[in-house]
């Protein structure tokens, strides 16, 4: 079994609506996290600006996009019958992580447990 499949599925979830001023720093910060077992999903409310142009950008590191109007909070429900990961993180398209967020909250998890 491959190491990274041993460990748990982190899932990090971006809803964004022309989101082009944030969503590149965005986007880097999920995948440059040096936890290795992460699914990453953007839900795109279709946008008029260029954000589908960086989506299009990162479109390999990106595990599943979509852009279709949707009833804005309905985005956040609509993923969840999306992802496959054991842990679920959103995180806003105008937010970012620090580059170890995910491998050091999920290393305080197992510590606890």
């Keep these: 079994m491959d190491e990274i499949t041993k460990l748990p599925l982190i899932t990090v979830i971006t809803v964004v609506f022309n989101g082009e001023k944030y969503l590149e720093e965005t986007i880097q910060s999920v995948i440059n996290q040096t936890y290795p077992n992460v699914e ?3 839900i795109d409310g279709g946008s008029a600006d260029k954000t589908l142009d960086l989506i299009n950008k990162y479109e390999r590191y990106i595990d599943y996009w979509v852009s279709e109007k949707d009833k804005g909070i309905y985005a956040w429900n609509k ?3 999306l992802s496959f990961g054991h842990w ?3 995180l806003g398209s105008d937010d970012y992580f620090d580059f170890n967020w995910i491998e050091n909250l999920f290393l305080g998890i197992i ?3």
Excluded: G, R
């Design 40 to 42: 990453y999903i953007i």
């Design 79 to 81: 993923v969840l019958t």
């Design 88 to 90: 679920l993180s959103f």
């Design 111 to 113: 510590i606890k447990i």
